[in-house]
């Protein structure tokens, strides 16, 4: 519990009601109570908001009242991230080194750090400090893990992967499993063994289900800051640049590049090789086969700017009406071209 | 082994053959032999169960003889299951509570219940009477398992994650995996903390290493007699009605709902905050860009009434030549206007 | 630290160089240096490796000289993947019986063969010689695995599957899930139990997160030396050839047929009971829906010969202006018909 006077000042802002009201918990702005804070960030949720029976909402600065207690901010939904880790309740996670971890020789355990049951620790691998590793996950050898990263169960790291600091790694997702590459040999498929590795930066997070290749030689990316969503399929030598986001069951093949900043939609496809330049949003499905500029908007298949997408999406609603209207203009055209034969043989 | 009086009786239907005759097993209707029990609900499968070589035949009540022994029965393919059950073999099932498994404090579990091998279970957590847990299940602190549920090895069922009774979860799925969702603030994108959670409504199933996000806040969730297939991504408070049906593949965006008694076919998706009324179908590769009305069938991208669909691919087919036909329409055109130039500076 | 000569002797290759001269490891032709091997097979790699820095480079016979060290052989991409296996650092693998494997009765393991901690093995498995299952492997009762088989950590084999040699496993991976088989009986949906099983054949190649559900009876089949990549999801009695090749995030709807030889690109999708002819190539993001005749190459929604479907694609790009041209000719024949027509009236 909190009172209003002590969330407004966790997120900063400037409340507008009794400092002492208590706040029980966080909701929606559609079913948030007397009891709860929620937030509103435009008009509609304002009107929401209004609407509604929340004890307190966080708004805009310059919003106009809603007729109950508001807290004032420059970015409610940042100030409300804030509000919802107050209350977060306290997560079963691990403490300490549970007695069943099996921890092969060689291994660095910094301070703070906690492994789970039934975890299994390669040899050579270095965990830093205030990492917290979940019951069942597999961590193979020569692999380094930074200060507080929380790797949860059943995720699987394999040999010499390099995890930065402040990773999020959800459940069962998988680093280092081979990339898919083989060599036809005479109706067969030979594998090409992917002796390199892979690259998890600083502040990333990796979804649940996702799964990172290593690459053949050298490294697959994620570069610092980028988010990947669950059931997200990177290849093998991928490379992220930094704060990109990829929304949900989305594949990109191996040699991609993406570069910083940008935005994958969900169910999207990037085809090996080509580059997304910086700051570029794909739309949800949309499958990039070619390379794309800097700050690019695109969608479809294959990924075109969007705009151009939408007129003929548009377009291609009006298609079968269309194929019908030609028919017709053929007759009219032919009926016009017997007249003016006929005409024409009328002549004198 | 089962004599065909037995599996009259426990499909209710009437026997027309041999009461002692044995069955060993059951098979479809193309790989059935003389010890094998089939079914056929329709003409093509009747014709192919006629011509082959089934030791019996489950047929629609008022099919026309076969010339060999059947059982009649209102819903053959429902009658066929019920087969399917009495032949299946026993599974490799947990009982009891394994030695190893590591059970957190306060945990309920409830009469003729099996946890397996290296299982999990956090504090709080009460599992009701007759569940299966198999070996690698990860269990957080405070969730509730319902009675006669059966939980697959590694799946995952994180903090707080409400699970009802007769729920079937398939290896490898994961609920209660943290929302993807972040606030942008100068460049990097900041965590909005997932505090909500994920509820199961009871006989639902979660497909292989299908997973389903927690709420913000509130809940995520699947509702009774829904069926996920494998690889479905369910994202943060999506609401899910009953007797739902997903096939693989599929993804649902933050906030979708989908009401009772729809059906996604694979491969589909359905973007965020819209819904999908009751009974819809969605064929296979449907992506859902806007409310869909109650009843609707619908497909494409974005999806739209598969009529309309339909005459639109058809007509896709048509558009090379279209814009030939187009191009000589032009000429034709050009050319009689230029006759009717020449005609009107001829006359008189 | 190989010469060389060794590396020119493990390829079966002519040395053009110095055979003493050492080489640290295996890079790409971008990224190797004067302590590296790569391999250049195309003019293009050839420039590359001309201009880089590589100590030595796997190019094909009758390839002109580059200016630096070569090996040159018949299949250069097939030598550098002998190379790459050479350079591979040792997997952190299970060695011997871990003390925390959890054995069935009954179950039976070669020799040579690993089983890492944690694993648990059913009753009535067979487990071949040198078979490697790592860490939290979740293997059921009566399983067969052949020799040499590699299973990667949280993998899980349900009851009864039977794996052959030398397949590979990746993290993750299921095998055996059940069939997503419902039939409705009054609004609800009533199981179909799955008692059928799955057949990976020898070679076959299992990637990360890939699931294979068991058949409803019968069995779903992974041909010989057939390679699946991750993300892939192959339903219930779904048959799939000899060395087919399946990108990664591809799903085979039940009973679907994929024929020796074929390759489907990433997130392609094939429906249920079609068969895929042997040697076609699906396109990335290609959804079969049809029968697809042998050797085709096919792609599209729904897919289609790849050279019809690029004519359309091309096609679709022109549709907004081709709306325009339709437009402006309805008018240029409404002119023409009103002149006409005033022509004719004019006539005498």
Redesign the interface.
């Known amino acids: 519990m909190y009172t209003l006077a002590q969330l407004a000042e966790l997120v900063g802002g400037q409340l507008e009601g009794d400092p002492a009201q208590p706040v029980l ?4 702005v559609d ?1 948030a109570g007397p009891e709860h804070i929620t937030f509103a960030s435009n008009g509609k949720a304002l009107a929401k908001a209004r609407a509604g029976r929340a004890g307190c909402v966080i708004i805009p600065q310059d919003a106009a009242g809603i007729g109950r207690p508001v807290i004032r901010v420059a ?1 409610p ?2 100030a ?2 804030k509000v ?2 107050a ?3 306290e ?2 996670a691990p403490e300490g080194v ?1 007695e ?1 971890a ?1 921890i ?1 020789s060689d291994v660095e355990i910094g301070e703070g750090t906690a492994v ?3 975890a ?1 620790i ?2 050579g691998t270095r965990l830093g400090r205030g990492v917290i590793v ?3 996950v ?1 961590i ?3 692999v380094e893990i930074g200060d507080d990263t929380v790797i ?3 995720a ?1 790291i ?3 992967v390099r995890v930065g600091r402040r990773v ?1 790694i ?3 997702a ?1 680093l280092g ?2 990339g ?1 590459g ?2 036809p ?1 005479g ?9 390199g590795t892979v690259v998890v930066e600083d ?1 990333a ?1 990796i ?3 996702t ?1 990172v ?1 290593r690459a ?3 490294v697959t990316r994620i570069g610092r ?1 980028t ?1 990947l ?3 997200v ?1 990177v ?1 093998h030598n991928v490379q992220l640049g930094e ?1 990109v ?1 990829i ?3 989305s ?1 990109l ?1 191996g040699s991609a590049r993406v570069e910083d ?1 940008v935005t994958l939609a ?2 999207t ?1 990037v ?1 090996g090789h080509f580059t997304v330049g910086a700051g570029t949003v794909v739309a ?2 949309g ?1 990039v ?1 070619s390379d794309v500029a800097p700050g690019s908007l695109v969608s479809g ?2 990924a ?1 700017p969007h705009a ?1 997408n939408m ?10 009406e ?2 019908k ?2 028919d017709r ?2 007759q ?2 032919t009926e ?2 017997s ?2 034969l006929a ?2 043989a ?2 004198p």
Do not use: C, W
């Open positions: 918990g966080a909701a929606s079913e970015n939904r940042l409300f991230a919802l880790e209350f977060a309740p997560p079963g549970h069943t099996v092969g789970g049951a039934y299994v390669g040899s979940y019951p069942g597999y193979g050898r020569d949860y169960p059943r699987v394999m040999d010499r999020v959800q459940p069962g998988v499993s081979d898919f083989f060599v040999e109706g067969r498929h030979v594998r090409v063994p992917h002796i502040d997070e979804g649940v289900h799964a290749a053949t030689v050298g800051g988010k969503d669950g059931h399929y290849a704060n986001i929304a949900g069951m594949g093949a900043g969900g169910q496809g085809a949800a499905r499958f086969a298949f294959p075109r151009e007129r003929i999406l548009a377009a291609e609603r009006r298609l079968p269309l194929l209207a030609v203009l053929e009219r055209v016009l071209e007249r003016m005409a024409g009328e002549a």
